[in-house]
């Protein structure tokens, strides 16, 4: 673990926390330090901050721990991968249920990062100087199937981080929720940071204290004590579908964490997935929509409500 020490510099008044690490830290791009920030790792004056956003009034000391790579998560490893697109720039995957993103701790191997190095080495640096990114440009839960875009350069990644950034990428989800919506079609606005009782978790929030979050749903089809939906993420918080459902009292099945602590129907894990995304391909610019089926495991539960 190496450490940065910043004096607060005086031209830094009234900007945000993360513009200053990033100008500051030439090795940092502006959304590694948001990560940082957002994963307890900066603090100002021997206090930790988790919000990228804070403005610097005072002068005051920044600490900026940066963790070393994990040699085993940049490990390359023959995990099979259900590639649905593939050119010079980019790769989407449609990512398993049960395959944690990143390496961290006690998932250190079998990971997205180390199947996509089995897939194609070269990637190890790409969007991150620490190598332990290989190119992945946004996240999914572990428990959550579906579309994962990896960028195969430089230019690609930062490109792709910018439509993201920019509410560009349209990104749709099917999920199924205990109960019923108030309305067939809705949109749910509510902010997202982390539980005030407990770090570890996110929680719906008073804006003062979490970030703007907008999601869209559609009912799709209804039974009895479940509706299956469709949802368009607007903004990209995380456990954003999870957190803003729960929030209407129908929270996702299978989500033990913010719903259910006993599922309500034989599932394994949480019934989302990452079905649609759109976006401009990096160099051309032209738009292209993927596509994802739902996995077998959510399939076998629609049936089974539906007989």
């Known amino acids: 673990m190496t450490e940065r020490v910043i004096t607060f510099p005086s031209a830094a008044a009234g900007e945000r926390l993360d513009k200053v690490i990033a100008a500051e830290v030439p090795e940092l791009s502006r959304t590694q330090a948001q990560r940082l920030i957002e994963d307890g790792f900066v603090t100002l004056d021997g206090k930790t901050v988790t919000k990228p956003g804070r403005r610097l009034e005072r002068p005051a000391t920044i600490a900026v721990r940066i963790p070393p790579p994990d040699p085993a998560g940049n490990l390359p490893q023959a995990i099979p991968l259900d590639i649905i697109f593939e050119n010079d720039d980019l790769l989407v995957i449609n990512k398993p249920a049960g395959m944690v993103v990143h390496p961290a701790a006690g998932h250190a191997q079998g990971t997205l990062v180390n199947a996509v190095l ?37 230019a690609a990644h930062r490109e792709l981080q910018r439509q993201f950034k920019d509410r560009e990428v349209e990104k749709v989800y099917l999920a199924l929720v205990d109960g ?7 949109r749910i606005e509510a902010a997202i940071g982390r539980d005030l009782r407990d770090r570890k978790r996110m929680a719906v929030v008073p804006e003062r204290h979490g970030r703007p979050a907008v999601t869209e749903y559609k009912v799709l089809e209804k039974f009895p004590a479940h509706t299956f939906v469709e949802a368009r993420l607007l903004t990209g918080r995380t456990h954003q579908i999870r957190l803003h459902f729960a929030y209407l009292k129908c929270p996702i ?35 292209k929509t993927f596509t994802a089926p739902l996995p ?12």
């Open 180 to 186: 019923h919506p108030p309305t067939n079609t809705g």
């Open 253 to 287: 099945v299978g989500d033990t964490v913010y719903g259910r602590r006993t599922p309500s129907l034989p599932i394994e894990r949480q019934f989302l997935h990452a079905a649609r995304l759109t976006l401009r391909l990096p160099g051309s610019g032209i738009a």
């Open 296 to 307: 077998a495991d959510l399939a076998s539960i629609l049936k089974l409500l539906r007989q």
């Open 118 to 154: 089995g897939h194609a080495p070269d990637l190890k640096g790409v969007g991150d100087p620490f190598g332990q990114r290989a190119g992945i440009v946004h996240r999914l839960d572990r428990d959550t199937s579906g579309l994962i875009v990896v960028a195969k350069n430089d």
